[in-house]
């Protein structure tokens, strides 16, 4: 019942996220902004309701925050990494070993991510990746994550790069 609850308040979130809704000009826009939460009791109970939902979530449980822990995942052999980039995207660049499966095609290439394999998502900037992470999380994969600093972090942090 709890794993229910959590995927359909990770759903909300997301959904809200996606849209827009914490973005400050879709908050500014045609209101004056609200400096003071007192004003607002609504604004207090989305943000306890939004702190709750992040303090229930684990420590690391969708993320792998650094390339030395993407590296270690990656050691194991039933690990699969998807660049959810377009394809020009990844032929420019990716993460050695990495599969490319756009996320526009994701539904349409489920068959090559197996349910009994742990699945690592990276993007540009973590935006796509976070979609399909969630996408196959509701699906019911059990071992999805994202690489939260993505293929910009790799770089950054001089890792190696491999081109298609």
Not at 22 to 41: M, Q
Request: aromatic share 10%; hydrophobic share 45%.
């Amino acid at each position: 019942m709890a794993s229910i609850v959590f995927r359909y308040l990770t759903v909300l979130v997301f959904s809200l996220c996606l849209m827009g809704f914490f973005s400050p000009p879709t908050l500014a826009a045609g209101s004056p902004p609200l400096l003071n939460s007192e004003l607002n009791p609504q604004t207090q109970t989305m943000d306890l309701a939004i702190d709750s939902f992040l303090d229930s979530i684990p420590a690391n449980y969708y993320a792998i925050r650094t390339p030395a822990a993407l590296k270690k995942r990656l050691d194991d052999a039933k690990t699969t990494l998807v660049d959810v980039r377009e394809v020009k995207e990844y032929q420019a660049g990716h993460i050695p070993g990495a599969i490319n499966i756009p996320l526009r095609t994701l539904s349409h290439n489920l068959a090559q991510i197996p349910p009994d394999r742990k699945v690592i998502f990276y993007c540009s900037t973590g935006y796509r990746s976070a979609m399909a992470m969630m996408a196959l999380n509701l699906l019911g994969y059990e071992n999805v994550l994202a690489f939260s600093p993505s293929f910009t972090g790799w770089q950054a942090a001089g890792e190696a790069i491999a081109k298609a």
